[in-house]
């Protein structure tokens, strides 16, 4: 039978989602092991989206294989307590054999957190990007407007992308300001490597006035890597969710339902 289940970890000290030979210190590998224990058999594991080194998940989804029959309960605690404290199995369920955690997804929910202040915090460095010059919030988001829709993202893809093409459908883009902390929430079908980081390193400009918003969309039709922003830093980065046609039966995240019924009917 095949499980689904939902993910959530701190990607402080992981070199990353995807296991590595060079190292075990992966989620994927952590996981995989976890789950082994409790399936009494070798689990690979298959997930919505990989993250890089220093990236958080709030619900990554994965899936499995196993003939082992176990109650949602024993699977989820009995699997929690093989994997170390900076990551927990929130959720478990059976899906049909037709759910796959990365191919049946219709959208994927990035998050990026940023600290507008002088001084960096003691608490949350490694959960949120400082930034010290202040940002106007409002400027970037009228810059991250003109990537909503259907584009090629070539401009916003790191060098070594494996994704057979730049095309990505970008539903939203919302920018809140909270206080001293700036959030950045990005809904899009797809994502480049990178794509999400390298959005951020281009809107800081804006809202440090350096650069018009309009300047995103020039940078947007160069469809060239050399004209964007830097790459920003992982730590400020969450994986946030993912959806499913509601076909799966998968229960999504409360923020996908204001655009749930645009992504079911307008696929890319």
């Known amino acids: 039978m095949r499980i689904a289940c939902g993910v959530e970890y701190d990607g402080t000290r992981y070199h990353g989602?995807?296991?590595?030979?060079?190292t075990d210190l992966t989620v994927q590998e952590k996981v995989e092991?976890?789950?082994s224990q409790l399936a009494n058999h070798p689990v690979s594991i298959i997930c919505a989206g990989r993250?890089?080194?220093g990236v958080h998940a709030f619900e990554q989804v994965i899936h499995f294989e196993t003939d082992t029959r176990r109650n949602e309960h024993a699977w989820v605690f009995g699997t929690n307590a093989h994997l170390p404290a900076d990551i927990r199995l929130v959720w478990i369920t059976e899906v049909d054999d037709s759910f796959h955690a990365r191919y049946s997804a219709a959208a994927r929910y990035y998050r990026y957190e940023i600290l507008n202040r002088p001084i960096k915090s003691a608490l949350r460095r490694d959960h949120v990007?400082?930034?010290f010059h202040?940002?106007?919030a409002e400027l970037m988001q009228q810059g991250?407007?003109?990537l909503v829709g259907q584009h090629d993202f070539s401009s916003f893809r790191a060098s070594g992308c494996q994704a057979k093409s730049p095309v990505k459908k970008m539903h939203s883009i919302v920018i809140k300001r909270r206080g001293e902390q700036i959030i950045i929430d990005i809904i899009a079908n797809a994502f480049l490597h990178h794509m999400v980081r390298n959005i951020v390193g281009t809107l800081l400009p804006v809202g440090r006035l350096e650069k018009p918003p309009e300047w995103v969309e020039d940078v947007l039709k160069a469809a060239d890597r050399?004209?964007?922003g830097v790459t920003a830093v992982p730590n400020g980065l969450y994986f946030k969710g993912v959806y499913y046609p509601k076909k799966f039966g998968i229960k999504t995240m409360d923020a996908f339902m204001p655009l749930s019924d645009m992504i079911e009917n307008n696929p890319i």
């Open 226 to 228: 050399r004209q964007a």
């Open 144 to 146: 991250a407007d003109f």
């Open 51 to 53: 993250t890089d080194a």
């Open 134 to 136: 202040p940002l106007n």
């Open 129 to 131: 990007t400082t930034v």
């Open 17 to 22: 989602w995807q296991r590595q030979a060079s």
């Open 33 to 35: 092991k976890a789950i």
